[in-house]
């Protein structure tokens, strides 16, 4: 089992920044890749960005344009999502999850990830 928490959201006005984190913990040791998906109000889930477990492949959304940067800090079993020129349509909650099944290739379908965090509100004024 693996356990995520997910912190650093907030309320930000429009071009400005946040940096999520991804804190795992239980069996967190074993390899994983980790994505990070939102979901705003009356949408479905959406794919965000993923990191390999070594952190040398990642995936994003395209339409995100360069805005968002994921990396991970192994030794602190932490996953990050910088988002930077934030925009209301960024609104939403965020979620990390792992998929244990591909270490190596961050995948981008959600059924691939087993284990969920509870979510971070990120909302974004105009």
């Known amino acids: 089992q693996v356990q995520l928490v997910e912190s650093g959201g907030g309320l930000v006005q429009a071009g400005g920044s946040l940096r999520l984190s991804c804190k795992a913990s239980?069996?967190?040791?074993?390899?994983?890749?980790v994505g990070w998906f939102r979901q705003a109000p009356g949408k479905d889930r959406e794919f965000v960005a993923a990191i390999s477990w070594r952190g040398s492949n990642t995936n994003y959304v395209d339409s995100l344009g360069g805005r968002f940067a994921i990396s991970r800090d192994n030794a602190k079993n932490t996953v990050f999502l910088q988002m930077n020129n934030l925009k209301p349509e960024d609104t939403a909650v965020y979620y990390c999850?792992?998929?244990?099944?591909?270490?190596?290739?961050?995948?981008?379908?959600?059924?691939?990830?087993?284990?969920w965090g509870q979510g971070t509100q990120v909302t974004v004024s105009s």
């Open positions: 239980g069996r967190a040791d074993d390899l994983y890749a």
């Open positions: 999850a792992a998929d244990r099944t591909s270490a190596a290739y961050p995948r981008v379908s959600a059924r691939f990830y087993t284990y």
